[in-house]
């Protein structure tokens, strides 16, 4: 779907009790992931604090959709999930990097869940899958065969060893 926030939002005022998985905002092609930092925290104010959120890198052709290069996928990702990481657990702070730069920035409304919302990757590749692993990240699949499924927990469980 085009918005899962969307959704997400009508279902914290249509449920009580059940968690709220948004799967998933693609970082790199949101506008600016100070905006993705306020409108989970805002699901999860609303809902709450019933949100997990989920975060994707994409695939090529949605990169060339918007205009945006394939090559930099990797870059813009990691950038905007420290970006959002910051967001969350920091009042002010303000950031210079290759793809955003912030002078004394503040999000609000702040997540209920502190010091952030439980987050989830859908991953695939091995530097993803490595990424993951790395950040104490959990995976999650969307459009995947049961096999490829199975190769990518597999992986999942023997980098973490």
């Known amino acids: 779907m085009p918005s899962p926030n969307l959704i997400a939002a009508a279902l914290s005022q249509r449920t009580q009790r059940i968690k709220i998985g948004v799967l998933g905002t693609i970082l790199p092609l949101r506008n600016h992931p100070v905006r993705v930092a306020e409108e989970y925290a805002m699901i999860d104010c ?94 999650a699949q969307v459009y995947q065969t049961t096999e490829q499924i199975a190769d990518t927990f597999g992986y999942y469980r023997h980098v973490a060893r």
């Open 46 to 139: 609303l809902s709450g604090g019933r949100l997990i959120a989920g975060f994707v890198r994409g695939i090529p052709p949605e990169y060339i959709w918007y205009g945006v290069n394939p090559a930099e996928s990797r870059g813009r990702f990691e950038e905007a999930y420290q970006l959002i990481m910051t967001a969350w657990t920091q009042p002010v702070w303000s950031h210079e990097g290759p793809f955003f730069q912030l002078t004394d920035c503040a999000i609000w409304p702040r997540p209920v869940q502190q010091p952030h919302p439980p987050i989830w990757i859908a991953a695939r590749s091995a530097e993803s899958i490595e990424w993951c692993v790395t950040h104490h990240l959990p995976t």
